[in-house]
């Protein structure tokens, strides 16, 4: 059977939204995009904070999720991640925290105490992914992937270094736990490169550029900061970078499942939203302290 290119379906460039008092660049949902199953969100953060202050006093503050995947791509700068099941980790730059919240979990996302000294600068991704019915109530587990322990290769003119962050590609296979099929990869540009992804039939597939611009083969140019999202049709997708570039590569088999979002809560009924309020009011997610 040909090989069949990916058509691109729709073009989204980041805007601009206040997230309690944070601003912070969205492309994930829109108006005319809700999610692109399994993929509920995409943020895009970067943020400074107040040198010789307490990085516990900045950041964000503890929060609970219940029901779907919060995962953070380090782009700059380091995240300490501190939660409820005792975990305390600073990820940085190039590396992923990966959190299945699954029956509840408190979490804070702050800088490190090191990174505030420095009065340096915090970049970040962060991207919710959906977990079938089946597996939102499972106990909660967090995965931090540092930058030695990712699978890596190259394109074939070696100009484009690829993270194989989820899923199987090339011979490779991610090194996180997923909830359900996924191919998530991460891409920069040593030089000038050209790079075919072949995407198992069926994937929903979406493209994040991070840095710099790309083209997209039999579409054209896709700036920074802008998300492009694929037919489900089709099999190849080919892109060429230039030097500077990076991008997030997000394909996932569909759950196909009703969703009842609020706020930090992804489940499939209003009575298991109300059921994650209650237990969140109860305890039942635990306690974070942060120290």
Same mark, same amino acid.
């Given at each position: 059977?040909?090989?069949?290119?990916?058509?691109?379906?729709?073009?989204?460039?980041?805007?601009?939204?206040?997230?309690?008092?944070?601003?912070?660049?969205?492309?994930?949902?829109?108006?005319?995009?809700?999610?692109?199953?399994?993929?509920?969100?995409?943020?895009?953060?970067?943020?400074?904070?107040?040198?010789?202050?307490?990085?516990?006093?900045?950041?964000?503050?503890?929060?609970?999720?219940?029901?779907?995947?919060?995962?953070?791509?380090?782009?700059?700068?380091?995240?300490?991640?501190?939660?409820?099941?005792?975990?305390?980790?600073?990820?940085?730059?190039?590396?992923?925290?990966?959190?299945?919240?699954?029956?509840?979990?408190?979490?804070?996302?702050?800088?490190?105490?090191?990174?505030?000294?420095?009065?340096?600068?915090?970049?970040?991704?962060?991207?919710?992914?959906?977990?079938?019915? %089946?597996?939102?109530?499972?106990?909660?587990?967090?995965?931090?992937?540092?930058?030695?322990?990712?699978?890596?290769?190259? %394109?074939?003119?070696?100009?484009?270094?690829?993270?194989?962050?989820?899923?199987?590609?090339?011979?490779?296979?991610?090194?996180?736990?997923?909830? %359900?099929?996924?191919?998530?990869?991460?891409?920069?540009?040593?030089?000038?490169?050209?790079?075919?992804?072949?995407?198992?039939?069926?994937?929903?597939?979406?493209?994040?550029?991070?840095?710099?611009?790309?083209?997209?083969?039999?579409?054209?140019?896709?700036?920074?900061?802008?998300?492009?999202?694929?037919?489900?049709?089709?099999?190849?997708?080919?892109? %060429?970078?230039?030097?500077?570039?990076?991008?997030?590569?997000?394909?996932?088999?569909?759950?196909?499942?009703?969703?009842?979002?609020?706020?930090?809560?992804?489940?499939?009924?209003?009575?298991?939203?109300?059921?994650?309020?209650?237990?969140?009011?109860?305890?039942?997610?635990?306690?974070?302290?942060?120290?």
């Amino acid at each position: 059977m040909d090989k069949m290119i990916k058509k691109v379906k729709q073009l989204i460039p980041a805007y601009d939204i206040n997230m309690d008092g944070i601003m912070i660049k969205q492309t994930l949902p829109t108006n005319n995009v809700d999610k692109v199953d399994p993929f509920l969100l995409l943020h895009h953060g970067r943020f400074g904070f107040r040198k010789n202050g307490s990085a516990l006093h900045q950041g964000i503050g503890p929060h609970p999720h219940r029901g779907f995947s919060p995962v953070t791509f380090v782009i700059d700068g380091e995240v300490h991640h501190r939660d409820s099941w005792g975990n305390s980790q600073i990820a940085k730059k190039g590396e992923v925290q990966w959190m299945n919240a699954g029956a509840g979990i408190i979490h804070s996302e702050r800088p490190s105490q090191k990174l505030v000294d420095e009065h340096k600068k915090q970049e970040i991704v962060q991207l919710w992914i959906n977990i079938p019915a %089946s597996k939102k109530m499972l106990p909660p587990k967090y995965q931090y992937l540092p930058e030695d322990a990712i699978p890596v290769f190259l %394109s074939e003119d070696k100009g484009i270094q690829n993270k194989l962050i989820a899923g199987s590609y090339a011979g490779l296979r991610g090194k996180i736990f997923t909830e %359900s099929e996924l191919l998530i990869i991460w891409g920069s540009a040593i030089k000038d490169g050209t790079q075919q992804f072949s995407i198992e039939e069926g994937f929903n597939c979406m493209l994040y550029v991070i840095r710099g611009e790309l083209k997209i083969s039999a579409y054209g140019m896709v700036e920074k900061e802008s998300l492009v999202v694929f037919e489900v049709e089709g099999t190849e997708i080919e892109i %060429s970078l230039k030097s500077e570039t990076q991008f997030l590569l997000l394909c996932g088999k569909a759950i196909n499942e009703k969703i009842v979002q609020q706020g930090p809560y992804v489940m499939n009924s209003t009575t298991e939203i109300m059921e994650a309020m209650r237990d969140y009011q109860m305890g039942k997610m635990g306690i974070l302290i942060e120290e």
